[in-house]
């Protein structure tokens, strides 16, 4: 989708086979913090509410990175016989909250 692009600069072909944590590239401990989620999701445990940050390829032209504040969410996808054949990752945009926050401890 349009926002996977943005953080990554790959378009849905390209995407195909790349592991999200180098899709999405998330920043310092952040990375290995992201791969334990995907790693425990395969082994059967939630992880809610991980926050991180990642730096954004933007429309892909130079200088137009920007830093984003992430949550994440990933749960294990099983079949219909309760074995784990994967896991559902679901991130959202809290970079806007994570600045208001910040503009009101300002205040």
Same mark, same amino acid.
């Given at each position: 989708n349009d926002k996977c692009r943005e953080f990554s600069g790959l378009g849905?072909? &390209?995407?195909?086979? /790349?592991?999200w944590s180098e899709c999405i590239k998330p920043i310092g401990a952040h990375k290995?913090?992201? &791969? &334990?989620?995907f790693e425990q999701a395969l082994c059967g445990k939630e992880t809610v509410?991980?926050?991180?940050?990642?730096r954004s390829a933007g429309d892909? @032209? #130079?200088?137009?990175e920007k830093m984003i504040d992430?949550?994440? !969410? /990933? @749960? #294990?996808?099983? !079949?219909?016989?309760? &074995?784990? /054949?994967?896991?559902?990752?679901?991130?959202?945009? /809290? @970079? @806007?909250?994570?600045?208001?926050i910040s503009q009101e401890a300002e205040i």
């Open positions: 849905a072909g &390209e995407a195909l086979g /790349v592991q290995a913090m992201v &791969e &334990e989620a509410g991980l926050e991180f940050t990642v892909g @032209s #130079p200088g137009c992430l949550l994440l !969410n /990933v @749960s #294990p996808r099983k !079949n219909t016989q309760g &074995e784990i /054949v994967g896991c559902i990752a679901l991130a959202q945009d /809290v @970079s @806007s909250y994570r600045q208001l």
